[in-house]
């Protein structure tokens, strides 16, 4: 008997704490989540993006769309902004999306003030669209920058865009404040996370170094998992640009060239981000 309890029941307690550890320690799946970007650009994209909504992995709990709602040419309308306003709107999960060049500063028609007001009417805090329960914490600088921390994780959202540099002053006051957004999420989160998530439209160029550059020094001091997720570039890109080591970039496919990207996060600290980009097989593939 130890302590009023037969030791053989003991023997088989304590075993079966430790199966229970051991199921624990292989159920490294811990969060999962849609990624879009770059779409709908042409009509057949308007037939496309609907599906695509309605064929979203059944276990994403949410999804993230990393700007450029239409083609850099047409015109900057309202009726686009209200169109995919309501497409994405019939998403299960909560969709979040932040701002595209396409849509705002590369905008001439009308320009891109107009064109930054038609984007706050329909898509600021698009979240709230959907009962969920995410903590989303909103930049008070730049409402359209979130954050929120789930299952260990921290995922942040800043404006970071390709295109016309518009306004100078505007262009490097806004890196300023996204850098701000990343720093504060980090040093507030850090102790609580294993891994972080950053997405935003632009792929790194020249004109973001006064964000990347500091970024990367401050994701190396960071020293955890960070994947950065991208658009802008239409193609698929897989690698490690930065000198931070530990930041894995990801430009995902334009919505007219693959579905959204499922992207499921783990513990495993050897490969903590699990990429599908649910294509279809190669013709011939009978599998």
Same mark, same amino acid.
């Given at each position: 008997?130890?302590?009023?309890?037969?030791?053989?029941?003991?023997?088989?307690?304590?075993?079966?704490?430790?199966?229970?550890?051991?199921?624990?320690?292989?159920?490294?799946?811990?969060?999962?989540?849609?990624?879009?970007?770059?779409?709908?650009?042409?009509?057949?994209?308007?037939?496309?993006?609907? +599906?695509?909504?309605?064929?979203?992995?059944? $276990?994403?709990?949410?999804? *993230?769309?990393? !700007?450029?709602? &239409?083609?850099? #040419?047409?015109?900057?309308?309202?009726?686009?902004?209200?169109?995919?306003?309501?497409?994405?709107?019939?998403?299960?999960?909560?969709?979040?999306?932040?701002?595209?060049?396409?849509?705002?500063?590369?905008?001439?028609?009308?320009?891109?003030?107009?064109?930054?007001?038609?984007?706050?009417?329909?898509?600021?805090?698009?979240?709230?669209?959907?009962?969920?329960?995410?903590?989303?914490?909103?930049?008070?600088?730049?409402?359209?920058?979130?954050?929120?921390?789930?299952?260990?994780?921290?995922?942040?959202?800043?404006?970071?865009?390709?295109?016309?540099?518009?306004?100078?002053?505007?262009?490097?006051?806004?890196?300023?404040?996204?850098?701000?957004?990343?720093? +504060?999420?980090?040093?507030?989160?850090?102790? $609580?996370?294993?891994?972080? *998530?950053?997405? !935003?439209?632009? &792929?790194?160029? #020249?004109?973001?170094?006064?964000?990347?550059?500091?970024?990367?020094?401050?994701?190396?001091?960071?020293?955890?998992?960070?994947?950065?997720?991208?658009?802008?570039?239409?193609?698929?890109?897989?690698?490690?640009?930065?000198?931070?080591?530990?930041?894995?970039?990801?430009?995902?496919?334009?919505?007219?060239?693959?579905?959204?990207?499922?992207?499921?996060?783990?513990?495993?600290?050897?490969?903590?981000?699990?990429?599908?980009?649910?294509?279809?097989?190669?013709?011939?593939?009978?599998?």
């Amino acid at each position: 008997v130890f302590a009023g309890f037969p030791v053989a029941n003991f023997a088989l307690l304590l075993l079966g704490s430790f199966a229970g550890c051991d199921k624990k320690a292989q159920n490294t799946h811990n969060l999962t989540f849609a990624v879009m970007g770059d779409v709908p650009y042409v009509p057949a994209e308007d037939v496309l993006l609907p +599906r695509q909504i309605a064929e979203l992995p059944q $276990d994403a709990e949410f999804v *993230v769309h990393v !700007g450029d709602i &239409k083609g850099g #040419a047409p015109p900057c309308e309202e009726a686009v902004y209200a169109k995919v306003s309501g497409m994405l709107s019939k998403a299960t999960p909560p969709v979040f999306i932040i701002p595209g060049d396409n849509e705002w500063n590369d905008c001439i028609d009308p320009d891109p003030a107009q064109a930054w007001q038609y984007w706050e009417q329909y898509f600021m805090r698009f979240d709230r669209r959907w009962q969920h329960d995410l903590p989303v914490f909103r930049q008070v600088e730049r409402e359209e920058n979130f954050s929120f921390v789930k299952n260990h994780v921290l995922f942040v959202g800043i404006n970071i865009v390709g295109g016309l540099v518009h306004d100078a002053t505007e262009w490097q006051q806004r890196h300023a404040d996204c850098l701000n957004w990343v720093r +504060r999420n980090m040093k507030q989160f850090e102790p $609580d996370v294993t891994s972080m *998530v950053i997405f !935003g439209h632009a &792929k790194p160029a #020249a004109v973001h170094k006064d964000f990347f550059d500091p970024f990367s020094q401050d994701a190396q001091q960071f020293g955890k998992p960070i994947l950065h997720i991208h658009g802008d570039g239409h193609r698929w890109i897989h690698d490690r640009p930065f000198a931070a080591r530990n930041v894995l970039r990801i430009q995902v496919d334009q919505g007219g060239i693959a579905p959204p990207l499922k992207v499921t996060i783990t513990d495993d600290p050897t490969e903590p981000f699990l990429l599908d980009r649910r294509l279809p097989p190669p013709a011939g593939n009978s599998k």
